[in-house]
């Protein structure tokens, strides 16, 4: 079984949460910031969903074209 994160199962505090918005809006990946923040990546996504915070990265070009 896999290891639980330090945060694991414990309450967001504000702290978390502004730091999961500072950490979304600069396109860090969902795995960096789970270990930023201590969490499992599955809680990332789930937090970011309910806070309505958008992870999917601002930086792809559609397709895959280069530009």
Same mark, same amino acid.
């Given at each position: ?6 945060? %694991?199962? #414990?309450?967001? !505090?504000?702290a978390?949460? /502004? ?8 396109? +860090? ?8 923040? %201590?969490? #499992?990546?599955? !809680?990332i996504y789930?937090? /970011? ?8 990265? +601002? ?9």
């Amino acid at each position: 079984m896999a290891k639980q994160p330090p945060k %694991g199962g #414990s309450a967001w !505090s504000a702290a978390d949460v /502004a730091l999961l918005r500072k950490l979304a809006a600069g396109n +860090t990946p969902t795995r960096v910031i789970g270990i930023k923040l %201590g969490r #499992s990546e599955a !809680s990332i996504y789930s937090k /970011a969903a309910e806070l309505g915070i958008s992870l999917k990265p +601002t930086n792809q070009s559609p397709y895959n074209r280069k530009l």
